[in-house]
């Protein structure tokens, strides 16, 4: 647990309250945490030179043999489509909270 004097001291430094501080930090890690998936979106769809709605159209995995790396690409993939999608949810929630 962050002790309550260190947080009232950095919001100071900010001219923030502490609950102001605490969803300026969620909302940053949030923003973070969406450019990481749509960096790994990028790169797949680069890779594949298609979007995952058309990996997953053309049979992709079953094309190339379910193997490992296609299969593995295809759960990261997944997984950052859902991730970018959840999260900016998650992060409208918190910015039109009080």
């Known amino acids: 647990m962050v002790p309550t004097k260190l947080v009232e001291k950095i919001a100071k430094d900010f001219d923030l309250t ?13 923003r973070r945490r969406i450019a990481a998936y749509k960096f790994t979106d990028y790169l797949l769809a680069k ?7 058309d990996f997953e159209k053309k049979k992709i995995i079953k ?10 690409d295809y759960h990261n993939w997944d997984q950052a489509i859902d991730g970018i999608k959840t999260i900016e949810r998650d992060l409208k929630l918190l910015e039109s909270s009080k």
């Open 18 to 30: 502490g609950n102001e501080l605490i969803k300026e930090s969620l909302a940053s890690e949030l």
């Open 47 to 53: 890779k594949y030179r298609m979007t995952l709605t």
């Open 63 to 72: 094309k190339k043999s379910h193997s490992f790396e296609v299969e593995e």
